[in-house]
């Protein structure tokens, strides 16, 4: 599969695990905070390693993991957790 070339550029990639890192949704970042300070201390090989994996074809998502938060009313939300690298790639 062909993508576009500004699609597969590290900047882009970069600009994507940044918007993660500093969302506003504080409750789903709980989930992958821990995982920020290590992705982040070789960001340039781990994002130039997706992109790799992308371009040759042998990148393969996660399966999402689910989780159910309890409502005030006692019903469960359920909420899609992605693994760090598909939420860059989606972002």
Known sequence: MTYPQKFLSYSNFELAFKRIV???NKEYKLYYSH???GYNLALEDNLNDLIKE???GT??????NIV???KRTGTLRPLTLLSLTDLIVSS
């Open 35 to 37: 995982l920020f300070p």
């Open 54 to 56: 992308i371009r040759q």
């Open 68 to 70: 159910y938060l309890p």
């Open 59 to 64: 990148y393969k998502p996660s399966t999402p």
């Open 22 to 24: 500093k969302g506003s």
